[in-house]
């Protein structure tokens, strides 16, 4: 059965911190791995990843995939209360089916 | 930009109740999808449509079903709520090809009492 697992399921830092979130997957039929970003509403698109080794970053976020040993990271440097959300990773499969993770539940304390 | 939008964002049905859900996107997306969104488990894959009139079951259809008499719109059904299906719903919409995000709507929580 294809799973999609995140670790830790919650967390909470200081501003300032650097914050590292896992993502592991097995999935038959792998095309890429996203990540989105939940606040109190639709989640919203952050990165898709489909090779490995090739860091995606945009601002103080940077995302980065090992197919080998399938897995995902998440990093966050200089975190702000304004990046307390869930962090969702999902596995697109053959097809356009994403397959979720629970996520992570991040909290920034000012 | 690209939109989803969805017809509640707060519900209250009662048990046995038929529940319809609706989305719909602007931007000419042929993928639609409903997902539910439940703590500690995640987004789980109801139902999919490739096209207009087209449905595919995801991981847990049962109980619902859905309708897509056109493209920009994507229905869920609900027959006969029961409690259990108590839960945020997620519709998504994506450009069909290998690789391309889905985008969401803003969801409707629904409680079925």
């Known amino acids: 059965e294809d799973k999609v697992v995140q670790s830790p399921l919650s967390l909470v830092v200081h501003e300032g911190d650097t914050v590292t979130l896992n993502c592991s997957y097995e999935?038959?039929?792998?095309?890429?791995l996203l990540w989105y970003k939940q606040e109190k509403k639709a989640p919203t698109f952050l990165f898709m990843l489909?090779?490995?080794?090739i860091e995606k970053k945009s601002g103080r976020l940077s995302s980065i995939l090992d197919k080998k040993e399938l897995f995902s990271i998440l990093n966050i440097t200089a975190t702000q209360t304004g990046d307390s959300a869930v962090y969702l990773c999902?596995?697109?499969?053959?097809?356009?089916?994403?397959?979720f993770g629970a996520g992570t539940i991040l909290r920034v304390k000012s | 930009d690209v939109k989803v939008t969805q017809s509640s964002r707060y519900l209250v049905k009662r048990t046995g109740e038929k529940v319809f859900l609706e989305c719909v996107q602007d931007?000419?997306?042929?993928?639609m999808f409903w997902y539910r969104q439940d703590p500690g488990l995640g987004l789980r894959l109801i139902y999919f449509?490739?096209?207009?009139?087209?449905?595919e079951k995801g991981d847990i259809p049962e109980g619902y079903s859905v309708s897509r008499e056109k493209k920009e719109r994507f229905s869920l059904i609900l027959e006969s709520a029961s409690t259990n299906q108590t839960s945020m719903y997620l519709c998504?919409?994506?450009?069909?090809?290998?690789?391309?995000?889905?985008?969401f709507g803003p969801g409707t929580r629904l409680t079925v009492t």
């Open positions: 998504a919409s994506s450009i069909s090809g290998p690789s391309y995000e889905q985008y």
């Open positions: 999935v038959t039929n792998f095309r890429s």
């Open positions: 489909t090779s490995s080794g």
């Open positions: 999902a596995v697109q499969e053959y097809g356009n089916k994403l397959v």
């Open positions: 931007m000419d997306h042929e993928n």
């Open positions: 449509s490739y096209d207009v009139k087209m449905k």
